[in-house]
């Protein structure tokens, strides 16, 4: 089964707005991830952080991360028409497995 | 450098033949793995090779098998395809083995008529 499941499946916000994303999982894990995808294409890599982390930042995105909780946000600040893709979280144990994602619109 | 590649980008296969599809890694990247991505199922954890050898496996029957060369290069194959087996194959590769951060191709899609 999935380990990570992200909420809300979908979400579309006017161009400009903060956007949240959740990921919640279920064992433990060395480090978690984002990856955002674009139309069917391959992932890209955004940031990782570690189990001992609780909040990492990168350009525009926020992530946390609360272990006690087994949940994860990814926060775009002040999105823009490119953000537009589908976000994933992985959950990295001794594999790597994928959430079924956030589809993100952002609205002009 | 290179980003990871993958051929073909898209097949088209009818019930019971097999497929093979390959993935070069980025120069230097010794780790391999493999995502079959549906809308049904998500991404999903199919193998990962490292250093030619198999590390890890998703769950899937053995219809699908993988190979990795002494390049790093690495092929997927599945045999008797069904109708179900239509999804977008992505190869990720990352300089170690496992937790790494991974790169991805852009995949190649599979449609099994």
């Known amino acids: 089964s999935q380990q990570g499941e992200e909420d809300p499946q979908a979400l579309s916000i006017q161009e400009g707005e903060n956007a949240t994303m959740n990921c919640s999982y279920k064992t433990s894990i060395n480090n978690l991830q984002w990856y955002r995808q674009n139309s069917g294409r391959g992932l890209v890599h955004l940031i990782l952080?570690?189990?001992?982390?609780r909040e990492k930042h990168s350009g525009r995105l926020r992530v946390t991360l609360d272990t006690s909780k087994k949940s994860s946000s990814l926060l775009i600040t002040a999105s823009r028409a490119a953000d537009t893709a589908s976000y994933f979280c992985?959950?990295?144990?001794?594999?790597?497995?994928f959430g079924k994602g956030t589809r993100l619109h952002i609205l002009p | 450098k290179a980003g990871v590649t993958q051929t073909p980008r898209y097949l088209i296969k009818t019930r019971g033949q097999q497929v093979t599809l390959s993935c070069s890694p980025i120069?230097?990247?010794?780790?391999v793995s493999w995502y079959q991505q549906t809308p049904g199922q998500g991404l999903q954890f199919l193998f990962e090779y490292f250093s030619e050898t198999q590390r890890n496996k998703g769950n899937f029957p053995g219809r699908f098998s993988g190979r990795q060369f002494s390049n790093s290069r690495s092929e997927m194959n599945v045999s008797t395809l069904e109708l179900g087996d239509s999804a977008l194959y992505l190869c990720?590769?990352?300089?170690?083995?496992?937790?790494?951060?991974?790169?991805f191709g852009p995949g190649t899609r599979l449609t099994v008529t």
């Open positions: 952080i570690r189990s001992n982390e």
């Open positions: 990720a590769s990352s300089e170690g083995q496992g937790v790494h951060e991974q790169y």
């Open positions: 120069s230097g990247h010794r780790s």
């Open positions: 992985a959950t990295i144990d001794d594999k790597i497995i």
